[in-house]
């Protein structure tokens, strides 16, 4: 059994389209992750959620959207999509909020065209 | 801020050659963690130090953790084509969430 799983894991679309991405632990973990990873390979924290609560929102457009429905999902919805949002997302979880180690999904390659 | 730098950005070495990334702090770190990505993969973790001048190994992997808890270091002796990839050491911010470096990338050739 996978621990973190996104899905997809590849998706290609057009400019103002809205997408989502999903994801999943059986980890039985209190905190999750969105985080994107430019061309650079720089991991960028977008949300932390712990327990459905969102507890960090790092400067990140509001058009995307996170939902937890519980506490083992945290799903990203983007809104009207940009060639700039084009970047590998990955989804992780963690125990607690920081300072344990991290597990992170396959990632989710998005390519705006 | 709570940015940790991560220097240098690319290696490139021959197989048998050592290797060492270091990652630095303008403040003081409650801990710091270290993981790899390898090409097309995804972060895995590696290790957590915590204690100040903590030395950690796994195998070939030497993992420092400075005195002022402000720096670390990952040294890996005589690389392996199966240690390429990009290692990134993150810091936990506001106890909520990990910062990640932006990562040291190694190519090895053989």
């Known amino acids: 059994d996978t621990a973190v799983s996104q899905t997809p894991k590849y998706l290609v679309t057009q400019m103002g389209n809205d997408k989502s991405i999903k994801c999943e632990q059986n980890?039985?973990?209190?905190?999750m992750y969105w985080y994107k990873q430019d061309s650079k390979k720089f991991l960028k924290i977008m949300f932390s959620?712990?327990?459905?609560?969102?507890?960090i929102n790092e400067t990140v457009p509001n058009r995307f959207s996170p939902k937890s429905p519980d506490k083992a999902h945290l799903n990203l919805h983007i809104n009207s999509l940009e060639l700039g949002d084009s970047a590998v997302y990955f989804c992780?979880?963690?125990?607690?909020?920081?300072?344990?180690?991290?597990?992170f999904g396959q990632g989710t390659r998005l390519t705006v065209v | 801020g709570q940015q940790v730098m991560q220097i240098p950005q690319y290696q490139h070495v021959q197989e048998g050659e050592d290797f060492t990334t270091y990652c630095n702090s303008s403040?003081?770190?409650?801990?710091i963690q270290w993981y790899k990505q390898r090409p097309g993969g995804h972060p895995v973790f590696l290790i957590q130090?915590?204690?100040?001048?903590e030395v950690k190994k796994q195998k070939r992997l030497t993992f420092q953790f400075g005195e002022a808890k402000k720096n670390s270091s990952l040294h890996i002796t005589a690389t392996q084509t199966t240690d390429v990839g990009t290692y990134f050491c993150?810091?936990?911010?506001?106890?909520?969430?990990?910062?990640f470096g932006k990562g040291t990338t190694l190519s090895v050739s053989s």
């Open positions: 993150a810091r936990t911010w506001a106890g909520t969430a990990l910062i």
């Open positions: 403040t003081t770190l409650s801990n």
């Open positions: 992780a979880s963690s125990q607690a909020t920081g300072g344990t180690e991290a597990f």
């Open positions: 130090l915590v204690k100040s001048g």
């Open positions: 959620y712990n327990n459905k609560e969102l507890i």
């Open positions: 980890l039985g973990h209190d905190t």
